[in-house]
């Protein structure tokens, strides 16, 4: 096969071409259970190849914009939102990403608040799904979704991420969901009230959540500084 | 100045160069002090720009090279050493990163063991100078060992990283040795040592350092995997 032969040497000489990717999670009520659930935002693939398949945002990189810029850029035409949180996640470089040309995709991940989650646009081809249901997704995508998912579990143990998801001000039970949803599991209400309580990032407002048909929760604030959140390197 | 106006002009139609560059640590002595310090090595540049000056080794990501190996092809061409320890740190891809062309640096970091430290070259174009003593590198790179030395501070606090510097067994005193280098203090020895006996991560073992003049202190190993030094995705 003289033809294939050709192009698989011509694509050995190209070199790599460099796109942005981005994993935007948001906290999302499951519509049967109604507790908070991860979700993230897919785009239709409208052209070759895996077209038709769901992916996650993104394109190739423009000459005149910065990494974080381009990553931006696809949270905001994708959702319509400003990244209240946006960080690089990791470079994927593997040589058989593209069954086309060969493609290094520099990954950005992004945490949405309720309030703007529930702002951000759905179409034909843009629809929000829960991460542990993604289906079968173009590229490595699902391998990337994964990876995200790891590294938010791991930084919601040790760092005060789980805040990026949440309002100016909450209560010790909606921190609770935001973990619940991240590391997949029910966790003790009274031992997580006791061992939130004794971190320093929050403190105690004089305001309550109104509404509820029981005794209204306090509310709280999170007083450490966004960059602590991130681990960006301009930060 | 039309020729100049020309090539900003060309140079915003290229794609950006795609480029691996890596940031090796190991401890080694201080030639006045005789405690362990961070070291890294330097490549010295024989092209412009910036001719002459010291730089992280790497070079352009070939088309049939995984970004991993090519990281590790950096650190076997700079100093003959096969990696202990290789991770991923963050991809830099400012707009004015180099004077001639865009370009895009993944960057990956490694730690040294050291008696594989003990073993690196070092030539007319390549020397090892100390983490806080390095001049005024080519490119950004003095702003990328800074974020590196940055997440080897923080990781070494939440993470069993220090043991990535150590040889397979060890006194408690050395892993403070390479905390007091990484965080570029004096810590408490008693403090030290009674934190470290809690982690799960070290066991001791029936052997004793042989050669001190005082009572052998006794050598640990290390029983956590090698997977849980790193964060990569293929980790």
Known sequence: MPIYSANVSERAQQPPELAISTVIFALRP???????TLWLPLVRRTRQPFRDLWALPGGPLSPD???QDAAA??????????PSYLEQLYAFGGLDRSPVQRVV????WALVKPDEAALARETE???WVRAD????????HNRIVEYALWRLRNKVEYSSIAYAFLGSTFTLAQVREVYEAVLGKQ?????????????????PTDEYLQ?????????YRYTGSAAQLSGSPSA
């Open 133 to 140: 249901d993604l289906g079968q997704l173009a590229f490595d």
């Open 30 to 36: 499951d519509p049967e259970a109604g507790v908070p």
């Open 105 to 108: 995709s520099i990954v950005y």
């Open 125 to 127: 081809n843009v629809r």
């Open 187 to 203: 966790l003790d209400p009274a031992n997580f009230r006791r061992q939130l309580r004794a971190t320093p990032d929050i403190e």
């Open 65 to 67: 914009e910065s990494l």
């Open 73 to 82: 850029r696809n949270l905001q035409e994708t959702t319509g939102l400003q």
């Open 211 to 219: 509404g509820g048909r029981h005794r209204p929760p306090r509310l």
